[in-house]
């Protein structure tokens, strides 16, 4: 993954992350809106927002998804362990009615 694409991808994390503080800015500004002129400006940032969003997808698209796979070994002698547990405290015939 190059440098420029990675400064896109913080560049549009940051002006997603803008349009969300502008959000929650304008609520603590307008509890209660009374007309619809009001809400337009929540709108409008929600316009922006959602602009923003698909910004990122399509960088995203362009530079690839970073893929990654993690194996975490497994112990065998926990699995035996929680088996036996099993084995001596369930009732075999269900239960038990």
């Known amino acids: 993954m190059s440098q420029q694409s ?7 994390r940051s002006q997603i992350r803008k ?8 609520q603590e ?9 009001e809400c337009d400006g929540l709108i409008d940032i929600l316009k922006i927002l959602t602009e923003k969003v698909y910004s990122y997808r399509d960088n995203i698209r362009v ?10 070994p497994l112990d065998n002698s926990k699995l035996l362990e929680q088996q036996k547990f099993l084995e001596q405290h369930q009732n075999p015939e269900g239960s038990g009615n």
């Open 6 to 12: 990675d400064d896109w991808r913080i560049k549009l």
């Open 19 to 26: 349009q969300n503080i502008n959000m929650l800015a304008w």
């Open 63 to 72: 530079y690839g998804w970073v893929k990654t796979t993690t194996t975490i």
């Open 29 to 37: 500004n307008n509890p209660n809106p009374m007309t619809d002129e």
